[in-house]
């Protein structure tokens, strides 16, 4: 009884644990491998340039793929699992099961990094903060950032932290401010 009693009380903080440190994790490695593409791209072409010919999102599925495939899926031959398109969403998978989303709206290029790509999501942009996170190609310095990175963290939390998840859109900024540590009281990871 009282080993039983020990366990449930200690099993939920492990579980907790293990998910904060595999999210922190991804994120982490997610932006050091992407950015590292981009730094090979850079060195094989020179200045990278996002630029789209249409300001809608239901036409540039082509362009977006362009995009990854020159400049970022090209580096990444030994840690896709698979890449695919859709109407306006360019989809690759990593080897460990996570993957990301490229989109365009006008000429900005959105990223949504999915912890887990087989996890269903109720819209094509829900950055919900628990499996969603939205980053962004930042074209001025050549990298691609957590959305909210240029943020204070106070917004970014104000941001993070609302209850709508199609809104959560700094999230992954957050986290980054904290040195890629799950704030103690984040609420989505749990």
Same mark, same amino acid.
Request: aromatic letters at 14%; one cysteine or more; proline letters at 3%.
């Given at each position: ?21 595999? *999210? ?37 599925? *082509? ?7 020159? $400049?970022?899926?090209? $580096?990444?031959? /030994?840690?896709?699992? !698979? ?11 990593? +080897? ?5 989303? /490229? ?5 900005? +290029? $959105? ?17 919900? /903060? ?6 962004? $190609? ?27 998840? *199609?809104?959560?859109?700094?999230? *992954?900024?957050?986290?980054?401010? !904290? /040195? ?11």
């Amino acid at each position: 009884g009282v080993i039983g009693i020990v366990a449930a009380l200690t099993i939920p903080g492990l579980i907790t644990k293990y998910k904060r440190l595999s *999210a922190e994790t991804k994120l982490k490695k997610f932006y050091s491998v992407i950015n590292q593409s981009l730094q090979m791209s850079i060195a094989e072409y020179g200045d990278i340039e996002f630029t789209a010919s249409t300001s809608g999102t239901d036409t540039n599925a *082509a362009e977006v793929e362009e995009f990854f495939k020159k $400049y970022i899926t090209k $580096y990444l031959a /030994g840690l896709i699992q !698979n890449e695919k398109e859709s109407d306006y969403i360019y989809n690759v998978t990593f +080897l460990d099961g996570s993957g990301f989303k /490229g989109y365009k709206a006008g000429a900005v +290029l $959105y990223i949504f990094y999915r912890l887990n790509m087989n996890t269903p999501s109720s819209t094509t942009t829900n950055m919900d /903060g628990k499996n969603e996170f939205l980053f962004t $190609y930042d074209g001025t310095n050549k990298r691609i950032m957590p959305f909210g990175y240029n943020s204070k963290i106070k917004d970014s939390k104000a941001s993070c932290y609302q209850t709508g998840n *199609a809104q959560r859109h700094q999230c *992954a900024g957050l986290i980054m401010h !904290n /040195g890629w540590k799950i704030p103690d009281d984040y609420p989505w990871i749990r």
